[in-house]
C-alpha cells in the first residue's frame, strides 16, 4: 500500500473513533432496545436453512445483474431468513446512513431483497424490521470491531491493505457519512 493510502486510511480510522466514541451512548442503547423487542416478538419469527455468509463477493451475476450462482456454502446453517437478507441487504446499501434509518425504504437494497424473497416464500412486517434492526447493529458493530482489531489488537489479516482499506471505507460510507 501506498504511504498515502495508509495516511488517508488511518486519517479516516481516526475521524470514525472520534465518531464512534460520541455516538456510542446515543446509538447502541437504541439498537440495544431495538433487539431486545425483536426478542419479544420472535414468535413471529420463522427459522430456515439460510447461507449466513451471504454478501456481494459470494454472489455470481451475469451482464444482465441477474444472480448466476452462489459460492461458499460454509457457514450454511438454520437461522431466521430476516438475518440472512440483513447480510445480503446491508452489504449493499452503503448509500443509506444508520442515522437516517431508511433501510426500508422502496428503492433500497432491503426492499428489492424482501421483494424478491416473497416470490418465493411469506416475509411478515416482523421478519423485515428485524432484517432491519441488524442491518444498522451490524453496521456499527463491524466498524468497531475493525477498528478494534486494526488498532487496538494490531491484528494482522492475510487480505491485501487495499482490501482492508476497501472494507473499511465501505463501513465508513455506511455508518457514519458526518466523520
Not at 6 to 18: N, Y
Not at 124 to 150: D, H, K, Y
Not at 162 to 169: A, C, P, Y
Amino acid at each position: 500500500a501506498s504511504v498515502l493510502r495508509c495516511r488517508e486510511l488511518a486519517k479516516r480510522l481516526a475521524q470514525c473513533v472520534g465518531w464512534l466514541s460520541r455516538e456510542w451512548a446515543v446509538i447502541s442503547p437504541q439498537l440495544i432496545e431495538r433487539l431486545r423487542q425483536h426478542v419479544c416478538d420472535s414468535q413471529h419469527l420463522t427459522s430456515s436453512w439460510v447461507i449466513r455468509d451471504c454478501h456481494r463477493e459470494h454472489v455470481l451475476f451475469n451482464d444482465r445483474g441477474l444472480v448466476e450462482g452462489i459460492l461458499d456454502y460454509d457457514a450454511i446453517d438454520f437461522d431466521s431468513p430476516a438475518a440472512d437478507l440483513a447480510r445480503w441487504a446491508g452489504d449493499f446499501d452503503a448509500a443509506q446512513s444508520i442515522t437516517r434509518g431508511a433501510t426500508s425504504e422502496p428503492g433500497s437494497p432491503l426492499a428489492a431483497a424482501v421483494a424478491g424473497y416473497r416470490r418465493i416464500r411469506p416475509f411478515s412486517q416482523c421478519e423485515c424490521e428485524l432484517a432491519q434492526t441488524l442491518i444498522e447493529v451490524n453496521r456499527v458493530g463491524s466498524l468497531a470491531n475493525w477498528l478494534v482489531w486494526l488498532i487496538a489488537e494490531n491484528r494482522q489479516f492475510a487480505a491485501s491493505a487495499q482490501q482492508i482499506q476497501g472494507r473499511i471505507s465501505h463501513l465508513i460510507a455506511s455508518d457514519c457519512r458526518i466523520c
